[in-house]
Nanobody
Framework: QVQLMESGGGLVQPGGSLSLSCAASGTRIRIIAMGWYRQVPGEQRELVAQVNAGGGTTYADSVKGRFTVSKNNAMDTVYLQMNRLGPEDTAVYYC???????????????WGQGTQVTVSS
């Protein structure tokens, strides 16, 4: 199993910045990608940004140029720097990891508990 611990989030004014981080832990795990999704009540969870073990990144069109996803060298921590935030960015943000776990290796998707980001004046 992979445990994901998120930190950051909170309340910020429009135009402000906020950063999130997520640390993965577990035994016999090999993480191949980590990223962030967000969800607003009544809507589907959507991808915000993702980084793979090779450093390649993917962003939702709505956050390109404003958000930056990054990882540490060990590929067990992912960060999301969010700039020029707007009310439309208000959501619960979930950390996700795609990892091979166990013996034999089995691929799975793992999720954090979510952290609230609220953009409001």
């Amino acid at each position: 199993q992979v445990q994901l611990m998120e930190s950051g989030g909170g309340l910020v004014q429009p135009g402000g910045s906020l950063s999130l981080s997520c640390a993965a832990s577990g035994t016999r795990i090999r993480i191949i990608a980590m990223g962030w999704y967000r969800q607003v009540p009544g809507e589907q969870r959507e991808l915000v940004a993702q980084v793979n073990a090779g450093g390649g990144t993917t962003y939702a069109d709505s956050v390109k140029g404003r958000f930056t996803v990054s990882k540490n060298n060990a590929m067990d921590t992912v960060y999301l720097q969010m700039n020029r935030l707007g009310p439309e960015d208000t959501a619960v943000y979930y950390c996700q990891a795609i990892a091979y776990v166990g013996d034999p290796w089995r691929r799975g998707d793992y999720w954090g508990q979510g952290t609230q980001v609220t953009v409001s004046s």
